[in-house]
């Protein structure tokens, strides 16, 4: 039986554990994505005209794209709620994978076999990692099947770049939230200081911009390695996302090495 | 010393570990020998388990070092843990998996153990492996808990309070199954801070106090050791004073008529002086190893670390 054979190592158990989280990801997704499509689809033209008259600043907030009905939903699924559901994902699952099992007590247990830290760290990182690769594709190819069977021209949406950047910039603080976990052996530094400075450096990427004299304060935000170069309309920017790989690689290196030099705790 | 090629199962030198300004371990010297079951005795917050999670690597010492069948518990501890099970005194089991699932995958990680083995001891235990980690009682959770740590076979079984939760009758088949273990001449590590439950099952005892270890002695010899009481009833009251310098006297006590005694080593020269009156009964007391072991717990023993 399958899930009998999900039981072969901690990789594998790990897949086994979090399947629900990541199906529940991608069903919100999918949702958040299919009611974006459909509303814009049929009333785009209403929500850009209310918007004329909004604030910048509220524009920005609300992901509003190009003017158009179809960059305006993409913009709302890839600048907005994507995000949202995505960073939850990752913070939450990146923590637990380093240390979930020593917070639950399963860790003497599991630490009885000869496996050594970093390899659980690996195993269990390898899954979030495979979770956010999986549910970013399976949103992309929800987003693109249901505009196609809804008639939305998405020729001027680069959504293969925005889920790719998004990627990025998911991965980063996935990153973080681990390493900060795997640093002090506790989930709430890790969850709170990634969620803190996930919403902070949204909001000031979206607002600041809109005063001149502070507009490049956004680019010091990890959100700027996302949305800086609007990749919805320019495609992939390879430096922003190699800086955010590398810096996520770079945090799972010092969680993984604190982690191998500090007293497990229960 | 029995050892295995020549290398203690488990030997630490100078071991201690500090958290801040409590001294939770200091300059612990132990060796334990091949095929013996060695109790490990002390109050809670002694040091016991603290001693445990270094062997196992889980903590870091602050000075000393340790050594498992051989092997540096640091550089060596993927090995060292490769040829250990281990029962910790707090854990957890995945609770949305049955027990059989936790066992299943527990022994993956060490690349298979032998089922029918794995059912014999579920058998022993009365524990029902088909149900949810999380539908069991503390005590049958314990059970899957003490399965995973005896089901390796390994050649040291580390136990840290196995008999938590356990009933006893299940606990007297937990001592056989420890008697077991040595029989097929390997090693267990049985910390507890219960004198009854290693007293029935270990050849040696150390028993460890606030982060010291005060003693280490065959379970028989501390019962030689042991201070026994005696009640002199004489036809008429007697001082106490008459009994308090016989050697060996730790202290006498006059009650009415009688004399209450407690003493260590020969009996004789306290009889002699008690025939020197008129006794009329006299009612001698179990050595209590129990008592001795308080001595140990509140600094009154020899230490003889």
Redesign the interface.
């Known amino acids: 039986m399958l899930r009998?054979r999900l039981?072969?190592?901690?990789f594998t158990?790990t897949i086994r554990?979090w399947l629900l989280w990541t199906a529940i990801a991608v069903i919100a997704l999918w949702s958040i994505s299919a009611m974006y499509i459909l509303i814009m689809g049929t009333s785009g033209d209403a929500y850009l005209t209310m918007m004329e008259d909004f604030p910048e600043a509220l524009s920005n907030v609300y992901g509003m794209n190009n003017g158009t009905a179809e960059g305006l939903a993409m913009s709302g699924i890839f600048f907005v709620m994507a995000p949202l559901v995505l960073l939850s994902y990752a913070i939450g699952l990146g923590s637990s994978a380093a240390v979930g099992e020593e917070e639950?007590?399963?860790l003497?247990?599991?630490?009885?076999?000869?496996?050594?830290r970093r390899t659980i760290l690996v195993s269990k990182s390898a899954v979030v990692l495979l979770g956010v690769l999986v549910t970013v594709l399976l949103t992309w190819l929800g987003v693109v099947s249901l505009a196609a069977l809804v008639g939305m021209d998405l020729s001027e949406q680069n959504v293969t770049g925005a889920s790719i950047q998004l990627l990025g910039m998911v991965i980063l603080f996935g990153a973080l939230s681990l390493g900060l976990s795997a640093w002090r052996g506790s989930s709430g530094l890790g969850i709170g200081v990634a969620a803190g400075l996930a919403v902070l450096s949204y909001f000031v990427t979206t607002l600041l911009p809109v005063v001149e004299e502070l507009a490049d304060v956004a680019r010091l935000t990890p959100w700027w390695l996302f949305s800086g170069a609007d990749p919805l309309t320019n495609g992939v920017d390879v430096v922003l996302l190699g800086i955010a790989l590398l810096l996520a690689a770079a945090l799972f290196g010092v969680g993984a090495y604190t982690l191998d030099?500090?007293?497990?705790k229960? | 010393m029995t050892t295995i090629n020549g290398v203690a199962p488990i030997k630490t030198e100078g071991l201690t570990k500090h958290y801040g300004d409590v001294k939770a371990l200091v300059d612990l010297d132990l060796e334990v020998q091949e095929g013996e079951v060695f109790g490990f005795l002390g109050p809670n917050g002694a040091g016991k388990t603290t001693t445990i999670r270094s062997l196992l690597h889980f903590i870091f010492p602050t000075a000393g070092g340790a050594s498992v069948l051989g092997l540096d518990v640091a550089s060596d501890a993927v090995e060292v843990r490769s040829r250990v099970a281990y029962m910790p005194s707090e854990y957890s089991l995945y609770p949305k998996l049955t027990g059989a699932e936790n066992l299943a995958y527990l022994a993956n990680l060490r690349g298979g153990v032998d089922n029918g083995y794995v059912g014999e001891l579920a058998e022993r235990l009365e524990v029902d492996l088909s149900r949810k980690v999380s539908d069991l009682s503390t005590g049958n959770k314990q059970k899957v808990g003490l399965i995973q740590a005896f089901m390796n076979r390994s050649e040291l079984v580390i136990l840290d309070e196995p008999s938590t939760g356990l009933d006893p009758l299940m606990q007297q088949e937990l001592q056989q199954m420890i008697r077991e273990v040595r029989e097929d001449g390997r090693t267990v590590f049985l910390s507890s801070h219960s004198l009854a439950e290693v007293e029935r099952v270990a050849d040696r005892v150390g028993i460890l106090r606030h982060g010291h270890l005060v003693v280490v002695e065959r379970v028989d010899a501390l019962k030689r050791k042991a201070i026994r009481r005696i009640d002199l009833e004489f036809d008429e009251p007697v001082e106490a004073d008459a009994f308090a310098s016989i050697a060996g006297v730790r202290s006498a006590e006059s009650r009415g008529n009688s004399v209450v005694v407690s003493f260590e080593g020969s009996v004789n020269a306290l009889l002699r002086a008690a025939i020197e009156h008129n006794v009329v009964n006299v009612n001698s007391r179990e050595a209590d190893l129990e008592q001795i072991f308080l001595d140990y717990y509140h600094g009154n023993g020899n230490d003889v670390a």
């Open positions: 009998d039981l072969a190592n901690v158990k554990d639950s007590r399963s003497p247990i599991l630490l009885s076999s000869p496996l050594r030099r500090r007293d497990l229960g």
